[in-house]
C-alpha cells in the first residue's frame, strides 16, 4: 500500500490540529486561557495552575517530562488537549539534563560545540514529540524585552527600539517558534483588558512578535479579547471560510 496522498487535502478547520504558543509577562492570564481549551490537562513546570481548578501533572527534572510525554501518548485517557507551562523552566531543565549526562558544570563544556548540539537534539525532540500527540498542543512562555542593534560597518549599533519575544535563548526560541502554527502575545492594556495579539507589530519603538497561519480574507484579527470563546469564534469564521 502506498504511503503516498492521492491529492492535496483542504486546510483544517479544527484548532485541536494547529500547535499554539502562548506568551507574555507573568499573571496575564495565560495559564487561565489554556485552561478553558477542551479537557486540558497541564505539564506543569511552574506553579501556575495551583489557584485553579485543572488537571496538571508537577515536572521538575527533562526524565519527568519523557515520562508524563510517553505517559500521554501509551495510557488510555481522556485529555484533548496537552498544555506545556512554561517552555521557559522546560528549556532549563533541558540543559541541566543534558550536563548532568555527561559531566558537565556548563553546556559550553561539551568540545567543539557539542554541548549545545545536544541540547538542541533534546529540545527539538521533546517539541515534535509534543505535537505528534493526538491531542491539541499548547506552549506557554513568559516574554521578554531585548534593545535591537544593528550591524553598522564593523560595530553593532542600538537603535532605540525593542523587541518583545518569547523569553528563551535566541537557539531555542527560534526552534520552538519555527515548530508553532500560531504566536499570540497575551497582553494587559492601559484600560485593564486583556487582550490576544496574533499579528506582529512594527512600530517606531518596539517590534512585537507574533505569528498565525491563514491569508488574506482568511485571518484572525489582528487582536481579539483574551478568552477561548472569543479565540474560537474568530478561528471558525475564518478557516471554515478557507476551507470552503
Known amino acids: 500500500m502506498s504511503i503516498l496522498p492521492k491529492q492535496a487535502t483542504p486546510p483544517s478547520s479544527r484548532m485541536a490540529d494547529y500547535v499554539w504558543h502562548f506568551y507574555g509577562e507573568p499573571g496575564v492570564g495565560k495559564t487561565t486561557l489554556a485552561n478553558q481549551f477542551p479537557s486540558p490537562i497541564f505539564i506543569a513546570t511552574e506553579p501556575g495552575t495551583s489557584a485553579m481548578h485543572a488537571a496538571s501533572v508537577d515536572v521538575s527534572t527533562w526524565q519527568d517530562m519523557k515520562l508524563v510525554l510517553d505517559a500521554l501518548r501509551k495510557e488510555k485517557h481522556s485529555y484533548k488537549t496537552v498544555v506545556l507551562d512554561t517552555v521557559d523552566v522546560a528549556y532549563t531543565l533541558c540543559?541541566?539534563?543534558?550536563?548532568?549526562?555527561?559531566?558537565?558544570?556548563?553546556?559550553?563544556?561539551?568540545?567543539?560545540?557539542?554541548?549545545?548540539?545536544?541540547?538542541?537534539?533534546?529540545?527539538?525532540?521533546?517539541?515534535?514529540?509534543?505535537?505528534?500527540?493526538?491531542?491539541?498542543?499548547?506552549?506557554?512562555?513568559?516574554?521578554?524585552?531585548?534593545?535591537?542593534?544593528?550591524?553598522?560597518?564593523s560595530r553593532d549599533v542600538a537603535t532605540g527600539r525593542q523587541r518583545v519575544s518569547t523569553a528563551l535563548p535566541r537557539?531555542?526560541?527560534?526552534?520552538?517558534?519555527?515548530?508553532?502554527?500560531?504566536?499570540?502575545?497575551?497582553?494587559?492594556?492601559?484600560?485593564?483588558?486583556?487582550?490576544?495579539?496574533?499579528?506582529?507589530v512594527e512600530g517606531k519603538r518596539e517590534r512585537i512578535e507574533a505569528k498565525a497561519r491563514g491569508h488574506k480574507g482568511a485571518m484572525l484579527p489582528d487582536t481579539l479579547p483574551m478568552s477561548f470563546k472569543e479565540l474560537h469564534t474568530a478561528f471558525k469564521a475564518n478557516f471554515d471560510k478557507e476551507t470552503k
Open 171 to 200: 537557539s531555542a526560541r527560534s526552534t520552538l517558534h519555527a515548530a508553532m502554527d500560531f504566536i499570540l502575545r497575551c497582553e494587559l492594556t492601559d484600560d485593564n483588558e486583556r487582550l490576544l495579539r496574533t499579528q506582529p
Open 95 to 153: 540543559t541541566t539534563h543534558v550536563c548532568e549526562s555527561n559531566g558537565w558544570v556548563d553546556v559550553a563544556d561539551g568540545d567543539f560545540g557539542r554541548g549545545w548540539r545536544a541540547v538542541d537534539r533534546e529540545w527539538t525532540n521533546m517539541i515534535a514529540q509534543l505535537r505528534s500527540l493526538p491531542m491539541c498542543a499548547i506552549f506557554i512562555g513568559h516574554e521578554k524585552r531585548e534593545e535591537i542593534v544593528e550591524r553598522m560597518g
